[in-house]
Structure formats: structure tokens, C-alpha cells
């Protein structure tokens, strides 16, 4: 499974854009990159799945360049409640490889 | 619909003593995970079950944990003589599991501490 090394902690005010990368330096060709959400006392929540150029959709959007080592996750305008630790995914989503490999996250804290 | 539905949100028990953890995925979804969640960390895969069999269940730790689905829907996660170590977050997912890749819905975890 491709590691995935992605910043431990970021803070960004209201309204800001926020991009968070996620690098992963040997992703197979077989993988996927996928963002989850998570809230405190809350199960991880999906946002965005991509394998590469850009996917967007009415939350996010993610970025993937060409050589696929690493993704950015693009938040538009964030608010207070966007607050939440943020999880980047490699992994074979083909059948019989759909457990999901979770890493430390990064938290995001949205400041007034 | 409901989402996934997890209980006890909450479950205190003593060290040795054994716990059923249970899980109500969503209606029709086929495809069933657990998963662990130590303070800190990002969730942690333990079983798989596609239907009522286990498909993956290379995760669970040790022998002392057990995961049943029966009936292809609801699921129990079993631990036997509960260690202190044991103590953390265990989320349930559910997926449609009619194809590759499909989104899994999680629950909001039971919060398991061994004193």
C-alpha cells in the first residue's frame, strides 16, 4: 500500500481557500487517492476520489498532477465549521482490496 | 434513510471481562467493515464482510477478537478478556458493495475503555 505523508496540523481564517497536500511518492498504478473528513466524535466522512488532473464536486476539489506522487485538496471559502481532521488515501479500490488504509490526518482549525 | 448505527456509544468494562460491540449498517448495503481508532491516529482496518461471510479479516489483532454477521446485515464485534490496551474508538462502515470502490458510510463509533 502507498504511505502517505500529509502536514500534522494547519490553521486558515474564514473564508479563506485552503489546500492541503498530501504526497505519496509510490503510488501504484492501480491506485486511487481519496479524501475523508472527520469530526470530532464522528465517523470519517468521504469528500473526494480522484485518480488524476482534477475532480471537483460541491464540497472540494483535488488536484492531481501528472506523476500522481502527490494531491492537493482544495476547501473554497471554509467556514468555522470545516473545523475537522482531514485524511488522504492511496489505495487499489478494484474488488477484494476496498479496506480503507487511514494515516495520522491533518487537522485543519478554522479561525474567526 | 438512517445511517449507520452504532451501540453502545459508550462501553466501560474491566480488564478481563468480554464485550459485544454492534452495528446496524444501512438498509442494503452488503459490503460491512470495522474498523479501530486509537487517540491520535487515524482509523485502523479490522474485518471485512461481504454478506454474511468474512472477507478480510487480516486487521483483527489477535484471537481474542471475533466479528459475526449472521443475517448479512447487523454485525457484533467480540472481544474476549478485554487488556487495557484494548481501549479506543471502534467504528463501524457500511458500503452498497455492488461495486469497486463504493463509498463507505461510517458510524459514530463506540467508545470502548478498559479499566
Known amino acids: 500500500l502507498a504511505k502517505t505523508t500529509q502536514p500534522i496540523s494547519m490553521d486558515s481564517y474564514e473564508g479563506q481557500e485552503v489546500n492541503i497536500t498530501c504526497s505519496h511518492n509510490n503510488i501504484a498504478t492501480n491506485d486511487y487517492i481519496t479524501w475523508y473528513q472527520q469530526f470530532p466524535s464522528q465517523g470519517p466522512r468521504f469528500i473526494i476520489q480522484g485518480y488524476k488532473t482534477k475532480v471537483t464536486n460541491e464540497v472540494a476539489s483535488l488536484f492531481i498532477p501528472a506523476d500522481r506522487k502527490s494531491s492537493t485538496l482544495s476547501l473554497p471559502r471554509v467556514s468555522l465549521s470545516d473545523t475537522a481532521v482531514y485524511y488522504c488515501l492511496v489505495g487499489d479500490i478494484t474488488f477484494g482490496n476496498e479496506k480503507l488504509t487511514f494515516g495520522t490526518g491533518t487537522r485543519l482549525t478554522i479561525i474567526p | 434513510g438512517a445511517g449507520v448505527s452504532q451501540t453502545p456509544s459508550n462501553k466501560v468494562t474491566e480488564k478481563g471481562k468480554y464485550v459485544e460491540l454492534r452495528c446496524d449498517p444501512i438498509s442494503g448495503h452488503t459490503a460491512l467493515y470495522w474498523y479501530r481508532q486509537s487517540l491520535g491516529q487515524g482509523p485502523e482496518f479490522l474485518i471485512y464482510f461481504q454478506g454474511t461471510g468474512a472477507a478480510d479479516d487480516s486487521g483483527l489483532p489477535n484471537d481474542r477478537f471475533f466479528a459475526v454477521r449472521p443475517e448479512g446485515s447487523v454485525s457484533t464485534l467480540k472481544i474476549q478478556r478485554t487488556e487495557r490496551g484494548d481501549s479506543a474508538v471502534y467504528l463501524c462502515?457500511?458500503?452498497?458493495?455492488?461495486?469497486?470502490?463504493?463509498?463507505?458510510?461510517f458510524g459514530p463509533g463506540t467508545r470502548l475503555t478498559v479499566l
Open positions: 462502515a457500511s458500503s452498497p458493495g455492488l461495486d469497486y470502490g463504493d463509498t463507505q458510510y
